[in-house]
């Protein structure tokens, strides 16, 4: 996500050379400072994801994404910092969860075809404990399939490009975690 979809999120420290992406802790000061809320990163977020998987190649970082569910937790989250209430420093931070992850109401493909028919009922720790900090959990990104590759090429899901370089894969096996 680049600034351009997240709004005006001020960096905690100037980048020294490049892109540098944003941190929690950017977020929450924006936040705290009411330059923006979860609820407008969130629409953003979406707007980015769609847009990057309509793409010529597509991006396929993200490969499954409940808008509705998005949404409601970003609004959530958006009346914690409106009451200055927020749950911690991550309260509202955009997070993706890689696709061999439980993630309540997602299916877990694990980058297959035939695995995650059904969405999962329960979230895996790492997942539960970013839910109970008050992460915006927006999805679950790409991957090798099964993880057993190096390249991040799926034949199933879409090859997860390099935002930098579309015309080359992210490697790995979290592929679109990278991208």
Known sequence: ???ADT???PHSQPPKEGFRPYTSADFCEAYRTGQTTPLEVAK???AAVESSNQAQPPLRAVVQMHTEDILQQAESSTKRWKAQKPIGPLDGVPVSVKAELDQIGYGTTVGTSFLGK???TQD???VAKLREAGALLIGKT???EI????TGLNL?????RNPYRTDSYTGGSSSGSAA
């Open 124 to 126: 895996a720790t790492p």
């Open 44 to 46: 953003r977020i979406i």
């Open 7 to 9: 709004g005006s999120i």
């Open 147 to 150: 993880g057993m590759g190096v």
């Open 142 to 144: 790409n991957m090798h």
């Open 118 to 120: 059904s969405p999962a």
């Open 156 to 160: 199933h899901h879409g090859a997860p």
């Open 1 to 3: 996500i680049s600034p």
